[in-house]
């Protein structure tokens, strides 16, 4: 059985945080404040992760009341969401990522995410798609207050035949 999984999160720009996307230190004035280190695009998967496998979200199995999580790479947490599709019989097929943000620019950085994004989802690089784009200067985004995130994947079924 084939199913297919959509994310989305976002997080405000605050001064004193590293900003981090897709598990890539970016150079920036601001970071994202989270409870974890605030990874838009590495949440926004792990959600599409997990409701393509009916799993749930990211705040049931990693909530935010549970100081276990503080400040934890958000790497981890990917690796904590494949290790929950393993078990559930589920097989990463590809994944498709986009930033929206007014800055940084993450275009420098893409092939980084792609490779660490790659390696933790078991997956060769070349299913991991991530892009960047911005809001043309509307709303929050827009302003340079926050960072958004969209993903969607495909997973299969390890234990039904291939459709």
Not at 50 to 55: E, V
Request: with cysteine; net charge negative; hydrophobic share 40%.
């Amino acid at each position: 059985m084939t199913r297919i999984g959509l994310g989305y999160d976002v997080h405000p720009l605050v001064e004193g945080r590293p900003c981090i996307l897709g598990g890539v230190d970016i150079p920036h004035e601001k970071g994202l404040q989270g409870y974890s280190d605030g990874d838009v695009l590495l949440h926004a998967l792990c959600d599409a992760l997990l409701g393509a496998a009916a799993a749930g979200d990211l705040g049931r199995h990693f909530p935010s009341d549970d100081a276990k999580w503080q400040g934890i790479s958000s790497l981890k947490l990917l690796d904590e969401v494949v290790l929950i599709l393993a078990q559930k019989g589920y097989k990463i097929i590809n994944c498709d990522c986009v930033v929206i943000a007014e800055a940084p620019k993450i275009a420098p950085y893409i092939g980084e995410m792609i490779e660490k994004i790659g390696t933790h989802l078991k997956i060769a690089t070349e299913n991991v798609n991530v892009k960047g784009t911005t809001n043309d200067g509307i709303g929050f985004i827009g302003r340079g207050e926050g960072i958004a995130a969209q993903a969607v994947c495909l997973i299969v079924s390890q234990n039904a035949p291939d459709d």
